[in-house]
């Protein structure tokens, strides 16, 4: 079963499991379940969403690929936190999917670790920036699993700031026909 047990204490793997996880059908059931969730939001049956985002949290299916975009697809994947701990082989990431699953309940993040980098503007300025123990990116994964399809079908449709899947391109995309006037008319508004 994809989503595995409703006990999170019994979640087994280990690197050759890691290895051999059938990730298109994880990636669908998580989808899925993303899909239910936006649905059920637009429709306003709050229970459904609520029922369905608990799914999503206890869902074995989102622990793996939250664990799997933490330390494989994301850049700071080889960026360690306080604790100094970064899972780069498949070994590792095993025993992190399985630490993550088993503390769904019981979880307590943890402090971070603040380093000070180069401004973009200027250079000679720092900025602080905190870098969360690899534990706290995964279970901050899962629960952005959860909630962010109940949120994105709340927000306007022709909104583009810090939206997942929109740019500054798809703004300017939006407008640029609503400015565009007939050859040789200019639009001015006020």
């Not at 994809?2 to 280990?14: A, C, F, I, K, Q």
Request: charged share 30%.
């Amino acid at each position: 079963m994809v989503n595995g047990p409703e006990d999170p204490s019994r979640m087994e793997l280990d690197a050759d499991d890691w290895n051999w996880i059938a990730w298109r059908s994880v990636e669908r059931e998580v989808e899925r379940l993303r899909q239910r969730i936006f649905k059920a939001t637009q429709e306003g049956d709050w229970p459904k969403v609520r029922n369905l985002q608990k799914l999503m949290l206890r869902s074995r299916s989102n622990t793996l690929l939250s664990v799997r975009q933490v330390t494989q697809r994301n850049a700071g994947r080889k960026t360690a936190g306080m604790d100094g701990e970064v899972a780069l082989t498949s070994e590792a990431r095993a025993d992190v999917a399985v630490r993550v699953h088993q503390s769904i309940t019981s979880w307590n993040p943890r402090a971070v670790k603040r380093v000070y980098i180069p401004k973009g503007s200027n250079p000679a300025k720092l900025r602080p920036l905190g870098i969360p123990v690899i534990m706290d990116r995964c279970h901050q994964a899962r629960v952005r699993n959860a909630l962010e399809p109940e949120w994105e079908a709340r927000f306007e449709p022709r909104s583009y700031g810090f939206r997942p899947g929109r740019s500054c391109q798809d703004a300017i995309g939006a407008i640029y026909p609503n400015v565009q006037g007939p050859p040789g008319q200019t639009r001015l508004g006020a």
